[in-house]
């Protein structure tokens, strides 16, 4: 399946590399899992991991480039054939003796149809992106749990110390009433 990496990172397909890490910094911070609590964005953050890995890889964007126009010119035609079979289907309803199951199954066939890859070689690169974009992503997310559970350690480790601390001035305060009575 061809992914649209230019859409991911809601950039042009004339970015240039700092637009690129822009888009991604701006994409990671809008997904990172901070600032959805509650949501499950590692899918996201998974998609703009791969988007950066590719289109930051200065041979793999050109190949992609290359199959971008590619997936776009499939995507216009598809739409097209889309309208146009809307067309015949409402001229076929209105022909006697046509069966409605042969129709649905040619227009299964026709939506069924799915983009076919050139370049052999980017969509290996673009499978090895995705997994190394899952690793990411889940080293992101081990990180962020274990850095939070750290940090609630060194919390509950702080305020308690602090509450020691508070405790220990109390009786030293009390002794030192109790003397001067």
Same mark, same amino acid.
């Given at each position: 399946?061809?992914? &649209? ?6 950039? !042009? ?9 822009? %888009?991604?910094?701006?994409? #990671? ?9 509650? *949501? ?10 791969? #988007?950066?890995?590719?289109?930051? &890889? ?6 992609? &480039? ?12 598809? *739409? ?18 046509? *069966?409605?199951? +042969? ?5 299964? *066939?026709?939506?069924? %149809? ?24 889940? +080293? ?6 274990? !850095? !939070? ?16 601390? #508070? ?15």
């Amino acid at each position: 399946m061809f992914v &649209d990496y230019y859409a991911i990172l809601e950039i !042009s397909q004339t970015a240039t590399k700092a637009e690129i890490k822009s %888009a991604f910094k701006r994409q #990671a911070v809008k997904w990172h899992p901070d600032k959805n609590p509650g *949501k499950d964005t590692t899918k996201k953050m998974q998609e703009i991991n791969e #988007a950066s890995l590719i289109l930051n &890889d200065d041979e793999a964007r050109v190949r992609y &480039d290359r199959e971008y126009l590619r997936f776009r010119m499939f995507q216009e035609q598809t *739409k097209k054939e889309k309208e146009q079979q809307g067309q015949k289907k409402h001229e076929e309803e209105k022909r006697a003796g046509q *069966k409605q199951s +042969e129709k649905k199954t040619e227009r299964q *066939k026709k939506e069924n %149809a799915t983009f076919q890859f050139d370049d052999e070689l980017l969509k290996k690169w673009m499978e090895n992106a995705r997994k190394q974009a899952i690793r990411n992503v889940h +080293e992101m997310v081990v990180e962020f749990r274990d !850095s !939070s559970v750290i940090g609630f350690g060194t919390f509950f480790s702080t305020a308690l110390k602090a509450i020691g601390v #508070a405790i220990i001035f109390f009786i030293l305060f009390l002794i030192i009433s109790l003397f001067k009575k």
